[in-house]
């Protein structure tokens, strides 16, 4: 749509000068009395002889309607007119939908998505350039590669929003970075988003259509579950993004069968926990029974148990470690030769004094050794180190003191990535998670430290298998899904819904890009193995975001093409004053050769008006 806009409307008031022209035209023109013989030489003038009233009648006259128009024209000009243009023919136009959880939300009937989905088809209906779309979820992907109006809008169509975030700038930056075959660079992208994890600012050159109006939503933030004797002790939070405090139902099931039923007062703004301890194994499902505006987060999952850890020990052999692994419950695997395949068959792999190599995807203790794919370099040995600090908050150190433990020699690590967890002059405990591999990382042998006669050693190699093993179980939605194959080539991913997808092991892992659903996913193989993705935490704040009207306003200038009329609204003004002085001329009586004489006194002489 084309919008007209005045730099400068003050000037508008100029626009009062047309009833005064007006109101001089229609005055009686003052003028002497003169008798004369006859009329008949006056034609010219007769207009003006009839008039006897001050206030003549208007009558219809060209010239007063081109001084109108001249007057009109300028006064417009004087207020700096700009019409900006929206995309044209031919334009290439991306639009982007944000697909994150929060689009759901139903403030805005039917929903956000419904909503956004809605607007984008009426704006590609005015498209007639070649159209990309992007669904903007945890991962951007193009829906609708350059293509016509009536393919996108198919692709429109298809698009759902998912339980997951929406990466809506990385989309934006795949948007930019799209050029048609044979075309110029994208002129136009077209953004449609609630703006609810959106808090920076609007990228220059995009639109954003924002939908949504309510903030208020109550839901569950996160569940954890901890294996306590006697069962597993499992935290509910849950979270008020509302003005008043509400009183929520909980609901906790068990495998489908509900185990506690309570009642929870969530403050306004705040948050509130909900503690239970459940016996048994399985999938556990927390849901609030609240009426708001978002339902996705009114449901989350945990797992209830732990199945033994598989344990595949490699290098020296250490009493101390194998009672330790006793204490722990872990299941240790034989195998008669160490290859990369051996190696995925456990759940967590403990290299014990290993030289150093390269490490395929999957979970690693490292004891007095390190792998050249690590982020982490070795710069010779540090002799008596002194452990200073170390990082209690951190499962792997939970309810480990390191106070007293004595090391002779540790290697002196050099990390560039992932974190420290304890250090002394150097690192001495580091772990890292990516690229498939969660490892651990102590910097010395266990010969070379007492560590195995304190009480902190069993501890610590049950957290360190706790925390490299057990956190695949929970994933939020949107991440990806990264297993160790276990030796299985291939394997079918049952996701909440029922739907069966085919995987197939690459470098012993299975792996998907991202799951968008939340609920309880089975890995169904020679071994059968659950997990759960609950919605992110972040996505209960629903609050739309709207770019600071500065901010918006330099962003469509940047999409929209301003023309400034006023140059040719100074040329109308003057080619109608031109046009009302020579038709005026064209009033003015004809000059003769011949020499007549002319009355005595004042001559008449007719008005331009």
Same mark, same amino acid.
């Given at each position: 749509m084309n919008a007209v806009r005045f730099a400068a409307p003050a000037a508008?008031?100029?626009?009062?000068?047309? #009833?005064?022209?007006?109101?001089?035209?229609m005055l009686r023109s003052r003028r002497e009395p003169m008798p004369v013989s006859s009329i008949l030489l006056w034609q010219r003038t007769r207009r003006d002889l009839a008039a006897q009233l001050p206030i003549r009648r208007l009558e219809r006259s060209v010239l007063l309607l081109l001084q109108l128009l001249a007057v009109a024209a300028a006064a417009l000009a004087l207020a700096q007119p700009q019409m900006r243009l929206a995309a044209g023919r031919g334009e290439a136009t991306v639009f982007v939908?944000?697909?994150?959880?929060? @689009?759901?939300? !139903? &403030?805005? +009937?039917? %929903? $956000?998505?419904?909503?956004? $989905?809605?607007?984008?088809?009426?704006? @590609?209906? %005015? =498209?007639?350039?070649?159209? @990309?779309?992007?669904g903007a979820g945890a991962r951007p992907a193009i829906a609708a590669e350059w293509t016509n109006r009536d393919a996108a809008l198919t692709a429109l169509?298809?698009?759902?929003?998912?339980?997951? #975030?929406?990466?809506?700038?990385?989309?934006?930056?795949?948007?930019?970075?799209?050029? #048609?075959?044979?075309?110029? /660079?994208?002129?136009?992208?077209?953004?449609? !988003?609630?703006?609810?994890?959106?808090? !920076?600012s609007p990228v220059a050159g995009v639109e954003y259509v924002i939908v949504g109006r309510e903030s208020r939503n109550v839901g569950i933030t996160r569940v954890h579950a901890e294996p306590v004797p006697g069962g597993t002790h499992v935290v509910v939070q849950i979270g008020n993004t509302g003005a008043q405090a509400e009183q929520v139902p909980l609901s906790i099931s068990l495998d489908g069968r509900r185990v506690v039923s309570a009642r929870v007062s969530v403050p306004a703004h705040g948050t509130a926990v909900s503690t239970a301890v459940v016996n048994g194994d399985g999938a556990i499902k927390a849901e609030v029974l609240v009426q708001d505006f978002l339902t996705a987060d009114n449901t989350a999952y945990g797992i209830a148990?732990?199945?033994?850890?598989?344990?595949? =020990?490699?290098?020296?052999? &250490?009493? *101390?470690?194998?009672?330790?692994? *006793?204490?722990?419950?872990?299941?240790?695997? %034989?195998?008669?030769?160490? !290859? #990369?395949?051996?190696?995925?068959? /456990?759940? =967590?792999?403990i290299l014990n004094g290993t030289p150093p190599v390269s490490l395929p995807p999957g979970n690693y203790l490292l004891i007095g050794t390190t792998a050249p794919n690590l982020p982490v370099a070795v710069d010779g040995i540090v002799r008596n180190p002194v452990t200073l600090r170390w990082r209690r908050g951190h499962p792997v150190l939970r309810y480990v003191d390191l106070s007293s433990v004595q090391i002779a020699e540790t290697l002196n690590l050099r990390p560039a990535g992932g974190e420290v967890l304890a250090e002394g002059q150097v690192p001495l405990l580091w772990a890292y998670t990516g690229s498939g591999i969660r490892a651990v990382i102590l910097g010395f042998s266990l010969t070379n430290t007492d560590l195995a006669l304190h009480p902190a050693f069993p501890i610590l190699l049950s957290n360190a298998l706790e925390w490299l093993a057990g956190p695949a179980l929970v994933l939020e939605a949107g991440?990806?899904?990264?297993?160790?194959?276990?030796?299985?080539?291939? +394997?079918?991913?049952? &996701?909440? *819904?029922?739907?069966?997808?085919?995987?197939? +092991?690459? &470098?012993?892992?299975?792996?998907?890009?991202?799951?968008?659903r939340a609920g309880l996913y089975t890995l169904q193989g020679r071994q059968r193995r659950q997990f759960v993705v609950s919605v992110p935490a972040a996505e209960s704040e629903i609050a739309p975001h709207t770019p600071p009207s500065s901010a918006t306003q330099t962003a469509r200038a940047a999409v929209d093409r301003a023309v400034s009329i006023w140059p040719l609204l100074i040329g109308a003004a003057v080619a109608l004053l031109c046009l009302e002085w020579l038709l005026w001329l064209r009033t003015l009586p004809r000059a003769t050769p011949s020499r007549r004489a002319r009355p005595s006194g004042r001559a008449l002489r007719p008005t331009s008006g």
């Open positions: 508008l008031w100029l626009l009062l000068l047309l #009833p005064l022209i007006i109101v001089l035209y939908i944000d697909l994150s959880a929060s @689009m759901q939300a !139903t &403030d805005v +009937a039917p %929903s $956000r998505f419904e909503a956004a $989905r809605r607007r984008a088809l009426d704006r @590609m209906q %005015s =498209v007639r350039g070649p159209v @990309m779309v992007i169509s298809r698009l759902q929003p998912t339980d997951g #975030p929406a990466a809506v700038h990385q989309a934006i930056g795949l948007a930019l970075a799209q050029r #048609p075959a044979g075309g110029p /660079a994208t002129s136009r992208v077209v953004v449609f !988003t609630d703006g609810s994890q959106e808090r !920076t148990g732990r199945a033994r850890p598989r344990v595949l =020990v490699v290098g020296e052999t &250490d009493r *101390a470690l194998g009672e330790a692994l *006793a204490a722990a419950e872990a299941a240790r695997l %034989s195998v008669p030769r160490i !290859t #990369p395949e051996t190696l995925t068959l /456990a759940d =967590v792999v991440q990806p899904l990264v297993v160790t194959a276990r030796g299985e080539r291939e +394997a079918r991913l049952i &996701d909440p *819904a029922g739907l069966a997808r085919a995987l197939v +092991a690459r &470098d012993g892992v299975f792996t998907v890009p991202s799951l968008d």
